[in-house]
């Protein structure tokens, strides 16, 4: 058999400079953001245009959502915990029967924190005189604080937010559409006359776009995951979900550029207000509160805080 030839000189293969590669793949915080996303000013006007009411309810659920994560990440980030929740605006958390269609719950006392153990799916009920809010819980919540009993639910929060990006309809979100509507039947027969809302932040804000945008209810959406194509593609384009996000947070552009996800309803890009401190993380993604606070505070300085006054 004849052999071929070998070259006396391989040329290395060529190679993709730093603006090239830049331009290929762009960081995901310097992405364009969605067609339809108000930001800068706009979204300032937009988040101010509700009146001192929406912005006092707007605080409360972001309050509420944050609240779920455990201790050591509230720290970290500077989220609310739920009796500094409670005391800011007031309500109560409900508790849960230990046993619904959809399987067992676990539930510590004193905890707001609900765990639907076979899905993964975290949960709370946050009841005020205004409204009665579903909030829904991110990845690394459980029902408890010890990072070993949570381990079994943010590995199946992690696997909803990679099949998801994928384009696949995780179970996560099914589990949490399936409770709303036990949430939303037993609304209509015990409490006919307060609406509805659903809140949550990051997995929990991608949670919310879906099961509000099936039932028809509003939500709101703290720097929110995009949804993939498989659970976007039932959602109506008319969705009364409003995502909250903020600059140089990357999670609400993971899979728009290349993989078809997409953010649902409105979608507000808020600047990073200059009276709050850099994240102490790489991005601004757990500091949703932070910086809502301080907008809010800039037409209205007396709307309570549900942080000590050192981190705002």
Same mark, same amino acid.
């Given at each position: 058999?004849?052999?071929l030839p070998l070259p006396l000189h391989l040329k290395p293969w060529p ?240 899979? *728009?550029? !290349?993989? $078809?996800?997409? %953010?649902?309803?409105?979608? /507000?890009?808020?600047?990073?207000? &200059?009276?709050? +401190?850099? #994240?102490?993380?790489? *991005?601004? !993604?757990? $500091?949703?509160? %932070?910086?809502?606070?301080? /907008?809010?505070?800039?037409?209205? &300085?007396?709307? +309570?805080? #549900? ?6």
């Open positions: 058999m004849r052999r190679r993709l400079g730093r603006v090239a590669w830049k331009s290929v793949w762009p960081p995901l915080s310097q992405r364009a953001l969605p067609p339809g996303t108000l930001s800068g000013e706009a979204a300032l006007e937009a988040l101010w245009a509700g009146g001192e009411d929406a912005a006092r309810q707007l605080l409360a659920d972001c309050a509420a959502s944050l609240c779920l994560y455990p201790a050591w990440e509230r720290h970290d980030w500077g989220m609310p915990s739920a009796p500094d929740t409670l005391s800011a605006y007031g309500g109560a958390f409900w508790s849960w029967p230990e046993l619904i269609p959809l399987g067992a719950l676990r539930q510590e006392a004193g905890r707001p924190n609900v765990l639907h153990a076979a899905s993964g799916l975290v949960f709370a009920l946050y009841v005020r005189p205004e409204q009665l809010v579903l909030v829904l819980g991110g990845t690394n919540t459980s029902h408890s604080d010890s990072q070993l009993r949570t381990l079994p639910s943010e590995t199946r929060q992690f696997g909803a937010d990679v099949l998801n990006v994928l384009g696949r309809l995780p179970r996560l979100f099914a589990v949490a559409a399936e409770i709303t509507a036990l949430v939303q039947a037993e609304r209509a027969r015990s409490l006919p006359d307060l609406p509805l809302t659903l809140a949550g932040h990051s997995l929990g804000g991608g949670l919310v776009q879906y099961a509000a945008g099936l039932h028809g209810l509003r939500g709101l959406a703290f720097s929110p995951t995009a949804l993939g194509r498989a659970v976007a593609a039932p959602l109506p384009d008319t969705s009364e979900v409003v995502a909250i996000s903020l600059d140089g947070d990357p999670i609400p552009l993971i899979g *728009t550029q !290349h993989l $078809q996800a997409r %953010l649902v309803g409105q979608h /507000w890009r808020l600047p990073l207000h &200059p009276g709050v +401190p850099p #994240a102490r993380h790489a *991005t601004s !993604h757990g $500091q949703t509160y %932070l910086h809502l606070l301080a /907008w809010l505070r800039e037409q209205w &300085p007396e709307l +309570p805080s #549900a942080l000590e006054i050192e981190h705002v």
